[in-house]
């Protein structure tokens, strides 16, 4: 059975950080890139980062750049997004996908096969 689990999400004050995990079971773990999802309410979800299967690339979305930084540990199935900086606007419900396609781009929501239920990140101004 397939289970992907986020955790980490909370309420932090504009400036602060957070660092978001995402466990995965019932799958190869390595061999399937990994990518991180929002959704603001009224909005469509949003590609903000992802990695390879072994970790060693990795993409952000301008808005993130810099300020957030992706990982993996293939021997614990979680991989990790490490968010600094937090803007008010980068409140919304963070999600954890796994896909078996991996491209250098801004990840698609319809190429991640297993997903989590989401953690949320809510920054006051």
């Known amino acids: 059975q397939v289970q992907v689990v986020e955790s980490g999400g909370g309420l932090v004050q504009a400036g602060g950080s957070l660092r978001l995990s995402c466990t995965a079971s019932g799958f190869a773990f390595d061999d399937f890139a990994m990518g991180w999802f929002r959704q603001a309410p009224g909005k469509e979800r949003e590609g903000v980062s992802c990695?390879?299967?072994?970790?060693?690339?990795?993409y952000y979305a301008d808005s993130v750049k810099g300020r957030f930084t992706v990982s993996r540990d293939n021997a614990e199935n979680t991989v990790y997004l490490q968010m600094n900086s937090l803007k008010p606007e980068d409140t919304a419900m963070y999600y954890c996908?796994?896909?078996?396609?991996?491209?250098?781009?801004?990840?698609?929501?319809?190429?991640?096969?297993?997903w989590g239920q989401g953690t949320q990140v809510t920054v006051s101004s």
């Open positions: 990695i390879n299967y072994s970790g060693r690339n990795k």
């Open positions: 996908a796994a896909s078996n396609i991996w491209r250098v781009t801004a990840p698609l929501p319809s190429e991640y096969n297993h």
